[in-house]
């Protein structure tokens, strides 16, 4: 049997951090559009189950449009069983949108409730509450049969401790849930994928989010698509990445190079080996191999795509003279991607030496700040770099 094991789809997100008002909304109707194509492949591969374990939505005021494709992606499903399960972002007023819910859309609540999908598979679960208690959270009143198949579905953080450790009612302590006949812990609330043993017979798995929403999330993201083995118990689980775009940080070092068309040259060439599409430039001779491969497993584990959203972090030491525009820089890259920014995380350097027996004004003026005892040496370097820009003619902004 298949089933899909999904979380924190966070639907109707405003995606407005790092994009402005137009692609802000593109993002929210990609998000919805993830939903619909993990519910056609579900069809398509006959998946019997999708397993919902919470922060299906992000905001307690769901849109009326997001709330009906969701309610008519299940109502015309009815061979597929939805479990949805509310994490700390979710309310009921998706479900209050509704006339009528879909038969075939199965709900949780803040006590355990247990669904028998087949003869041998049982689908538990329960809502944390502000009104949940410690020995409630310590899984005392879950009961489960040790001949059936057991998958139970919960939002929150896992710990290594017992109940007795935490307050917390969006804690899930891993040793309560121990040595109880689960054999799948379906979590939600974290939004990287991540996996780990229960006991001698259990796991436990976070899915991750459906698609990255921020430079902190950027690693593959999809669903867990689960082949359960009613009559031996044996759970085969692989990440299925769905996402419309992949989110990337990729430091670009850039100490030696001259002026922001040299850092344009050499980001072009790493780009363009992370997107496996190098150039001719003899730029590329520039990049190891090893930084472009620990880029790429740090990221998302594919290659790059025009359609991704990427963070390039300029690093290294300059010399102070060193022209360096962002705008620029950002301008001439933008047009390879849905969106880039560009982060300035270079220091400057000046060796005093080289203004030693400068007599202008401008040797002057780098003496002056260099004998100052009040600044720290970041500062001076600050100071005498902003000196030297405006006594270039440059504007600074």
Not at 373 to 383: I, N, P, S, Y
Request: proline content about 3%; hydrophobic content about 40%.
């Amino acid at each position: 049997m298949k089933l899909i094991h999904c979380a924190d789809l966070h639907l109707d997100s405003r995606m407005s951090t790092h994009l402005g008002d137009a692609a802000a909304r593109e993002r929210r109707q990609e998000l919805l559009g993830t939903w619909l194509r993990l519910v056609a492949y579900a069809e398509q591969h006959q998946v019997r189950a999708i397993l919902i374990a919470g922060d299906l939505f992000d905001r307690p005021a769901v849109s009326r449009t997001t709330a009906h494709a969701v309610l008519e992606s299940v109502r015309t499903h009815p061979e597929i069983a939805f479990f949805y399960l509310k994490g700390n972002h979710d309310t009921d007023s998706f479900l209050n949108q509704a006339e009528s819910l879909p038969e075939n859309l199965y709900t949780f609540q803040d006590t355990w409730r247990k669904y028998r999908l087949s003869d041998h598979l049982v689908i538990a679960g329960r809502e944390f509450t502000e009104s949940g208690t410690l020995n409630e959270l310590a899984a005392k009143t879950l009961r489960l049969e040790e001949a059936d198949v057991n998958i139970v579905l919960l939002h929150g953080q896992v710990s290594e401790g017992t109940a007795q450790d935490s307050a917390s009612t969006e804690t899930i302590h891993l040793a309560d849930y121990a040595h109880q006949a689960i054999d799948y812990l379906a979590l939600g609330h974290v939004h990287q994928y991540q996996e780990g043993s229960l006991d001698g017979r259990g796991s436990w798995c976070y899915p991750g989010c459906l698609e990255g929403r921020g430079f902190d999330e950027c690693t593959r993201h999809g669903f867990v698509l689960l082949e359960v083995d009613e009559a031996t118990h044996q759970l085969r689980r692989q990440l299925v990445d769905i996402s419309t775009r992949h989110f990337w940080t990729v430091p670009l070092e850039v100490q030696g190079l001259d002026s922001s068309m040299a850092i344009v040259r050499r980001a072009r060439a790493l780009l363009s080996l992370l997107s496996g599409t190098p150039s001719a430039d003899p730029a590329i001779a520039e990049i190891p191999a090893e930084r472009v491969e620990a880029i790429l497993q740090a990221g998302a584990g594919v290659r790059m795509r025009a359609q991704d959203l990427v963070k390039l972090e300029l690093r290294g030491a300059l010399a102070m003279d060193v022209e360096l525009s962002l705008d620029f820089i950002r301008t001439q890259l933008a047009p390879m991607f849905y969106f880039l920014r560009v982060v300035d995380e270079t220091r400057r350097f000046i060796d005093p030496s080289m203004y030693q027996h400068d007599k202008s004004l401008k040797g002057a003026f780098v003496h002056s700040v260099e004998a100052d005892a009040t600044l720290d040496e970041q500062t001076k370097a600050a100071v005498i770099e902003a000196g030297l820009r405006l006594l270039r003619g440059e504007e600074l902004l």
